[in-house]
């Protein structure tokens, strides 16, 4: 049975693409990963996720201890890491964060932030990303971004990655509001963390959710045009 599907994507502040199709719920194949990786680790961290996973997608609310909110964010980080095969040419997760992903088989341990939210579900898999080639003054623009956002849904539930390589611009220092009743899992604040899912963004508030750390990341370094 088909699903609706979208992804979207934004470029200084503009939508760039918009793409909505119906198709089987996880269909897509990422042609980019060797057989002993896709059989192997990945495969481990996918199995490790789907219990927890099968409580959020369904918005049955969950508290997570420090070894699921590992699990999970683990998953989640390989997820931004596949989708941003789907369009290759438009990677927004840096070389950097995904060697170390591979090494240590989880998200690296400094410049990234995993959030979790809750979503009405009007599409049954959503995925959104922005990257910002942000440099220093007076040195070449970098070739690839150097800060990210990768938000997901699945369900009812909502996963964002951010990632930052600049050791002065950290993701997880931008406050959200408290009305969008998130969970940080990456890294963990405390021995667990509650996502209770009694409170829902719509489309819309989940589309500004996605621009929300974009715009202010934005506003400090002066509105520098994401990668392309």
Request: one cysteine or more; hydrophobic letters at 40%; aromatic letters at 8%.
């Amino acid at each position: 049975m088909p699903f609706d599907h979208r992804i979207e994507q934004d470029a200084d502040g503009l939508q760039t693409r918009d793409v909505k199709f119906s198709t089987p719920p996880f269909n897509q194949v990422v042609r980019a990963v060797c057989a002993p990786c896709n059989g192997g680790w990945m495969s481990s961290i996918e199995a490790d996720a789907k219990p927890i996973l099968q409580d959020l997608i369904y918005a049955r609310g969950r508290t997570l201890d420090l070894g699921e909110q590992r699990k999970l964010a683990s998953w989640a980080f390989l997820k931004a890491c596949v989708f941003d095969e789907l369009h290759p040419q438009e990677r927004v997760v840096p070389a950097e964060h995904r060697n170390r992903f591979f090494t240590y088989r989880q998200p690296p341990a400094t410049g990234v932030a995993i959030w979790l939210g809750t979503y009405e579900a009007l599409e049954v898999g959503h995925y959104a990303y922005q990257g910002l080639r942000i440099g220093r003054e007076g040195l070449r623009e970098p070739e690839e971004p150097t800060v990210y956002v990768v938000t997901i849904t699945i369900g009812a539930l909502i996963v964002q990655v951010a990632g930052s390589l600049l050791p002065d611009l950290r993701v997880d220092d931008v406050p959200y509001p408290s009305e969008l009743h998130l969970a940080k899992i990456w890294h963990p604040s405390g021995s667990t963390v509650t996502l209770t899912q009694d409170h829902v963004m719509n489309h819309e508030t989940l589309v500004g959710f996605t621009k929300a750390l974009y715009n202010v990341i934005g506003r400090v370094t002066g509105g520098t045009p994401p990668a392309r």
